[in-house]
């Protein structure tokens, strides 16, 4: 049995619950109503033993609608921002344990999404990392923060700022996620994770896993400090011209210095 929306399925395989992205013409990117979607998923499949995230297409999830971004509308980009963080909170809260099955790139808001989840297993072909300041925003989510505690501080700043790719090997190697499998072999590799899972106490469980956000709820008030942030940036020159040399394909010129020599085109 499966529940169909457009931005995403759900499919109950046994006990567990596969909630699927299903935008893939965009690379599964969301806006506050696909959030929002996600968020009443996670909370419908409460009742199953394990719940799995992935993507379709070649993307796991490319983050927040960037074209929001170019033409920003202000109360529009306020609730996708905080939709996020609710996003994130729901799946810190829920009390099954979530499994990121990463398909392909997982991108910006897709890679924190990847860091809130539970655990996180990978196609060999999924790539990792930020796009924020690359385009006018910023990866206040879980990428400048939490991602530090999979990985480590220089290496997360590494992340947030340069805003390069990692494939899934590298990620495993740091610590980001905790599988890698051929691409083919994905979705067996997370069942039979879920299967070792189901055979553990869910009381436990739920326990073991609320008592391991201990250090997820400490960054809260940086969450919320960044969000506030990014609020009060909308509009800028720097989000605009971002998000539009995104679209455009182009290397984007920031205000704010004057490079010795003119920026490449991508």
């Known amino acids: 049995m499966g529940l169909n929306m457009s931005d995403l399925t759900t499919e109950r395989k046994g006990e567990v619950a596969w909630i ?3 935008r893939p013409e965009r ?4 806006d506050a109503a696909m959030a929002q979607s996600l968020i009443e998923a996670i909370e ?3 009742d199953a033993g394990v719940i799995v995230l992935t993507g379709s297409g070649r993307a796991f999830c490319a983050g927040g609608y960037l074209a929001n971004l170019s033409k920003p509308d202000a109360g529009a980009l306020r609730s996708m921002f905080y939709g996020s963080l609710r996003l994130y909170e729901t799946i810190r809260n829920s009390p099954r344990p979530v499994i990121a099955a990463v398909n392909g790139v997982a991108a910006g808001g897709g890679n924190e999404l990847v860091v809130a989840c539970d655990l996180a297993i990978a196609a ?3 790539t990792f990392g930020q796009t924020g300041v690359r385009v006018g925003s910023a990866p206040v989510l879980g990428g400048t923060n939490f991602l530090a505690m999979n990985i480590g501080e220089k290496r997360a700043k590494e992340v947030a700022f340069l805003c390069r790719r990692y494939p899934a090997k590298q990620a495993f190697e740091l610590g980001w996620i905790n599988a890698v499998v ?3 072999q994905l979705e067996e590799e997370v069942a039979r994770w879920a299967d ?3 055979r553990m106490s869910p009381r436990y469980l739920e326990i073991a896993k609320i008592s391991s956000n201990l250090w997820w709820n400490h960054c809260r008030d940086g969450y919320l400090n960044g969000l506030g942030m990014l609020v009060q940036a909308i509009g ?3 989000m605009i011209e971002g998000a539009t040399a995104f679209m455009e394909k182009r290397q ?3 205000e704010g210095r004057v490079p010795r020599n003119p920026p490449r085109e991508l």
């Open 182 to 184: 051929p691409d083919a």
């Open 27 to 30: 690379m599964n990117a969301y």
């Open 252 to 254: 984007p010129r920031f």
């Open 236 to 238: 800028s020159a720097d």
């Open 44 to 46: 419908a499949a409460a």
């Open 196 to 198: 070792e899972l189901l």
């Open 20 to 22: 699927r992205l299903t």
């Open 124 to 126: 060999e072909s999924a």
